[in-house]
């Protein structure tokens, strides 16, 4: 757990669709039809009432974020994004990946949402390395919470050891970076 101007960072291994968060982001496709890997989990589980509302809101850029309710999930809210395809790092891949998580943030903030579970966004179907989306991921959040108030919640919700492995890394390597000069960066993840 980490705290950023008076907000929390926190990295679990699970599953998103379980995530009793205000909202849980999707990472889907330009489409926001519904797909497999953690968008068809998010689907199945939250029941037609999400897509029925995806199909109103026609299709989303890569980078952005459009929000519904939750359907059947815990969470009363789902955030779509659409992270990027990774091809081979030249085709703006990490700035796209980076607008996907402040995209979703400004959609909760603006929805008074007070806690939002992330998926690791285009690491699955999309193959964007593991290693690099989690140091975007987090540096994107982190610089996010700094500069807004309002969200008091961040949690990454990992599938599988290696996914949680990986953004556990960032994070330390990120936090001993910040630590060495703010001293508001409070990280306490050996406690
Ligand atoms: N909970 C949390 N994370 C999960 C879950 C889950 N239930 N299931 C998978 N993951 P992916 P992408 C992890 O493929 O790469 C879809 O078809 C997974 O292990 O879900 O952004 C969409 O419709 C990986 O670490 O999303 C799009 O077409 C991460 O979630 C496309 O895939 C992202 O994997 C989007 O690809």
Redesign the pocket.
Known sequence: MTKINNATIELVE????EQTTDAIVN???RALL?????????HRAGGPKILEECRKLGGCDTGDAKITTGGNLLAPYVIHTV?PVYRDGKHREAELLANCYRQSLDVALQNGINSIAF??????????P?EAASRIALRTVIEWLREHNGLKLVRF????QR?FNAYSHALKEIATALNQDEAEFVDDSEE
């Not at 919700?157 to 599988?160: K, Q, S």
């Open positions: 699970g599953d998103i669709t990472p889907a496709n519904g797909g497999g890997g953690a968008d068809g989990a998010i992270g998926p690791s966004i285009s690491t699955g179907a999309y193959g964007y593991l919700v990992l599938f599988g996914s």
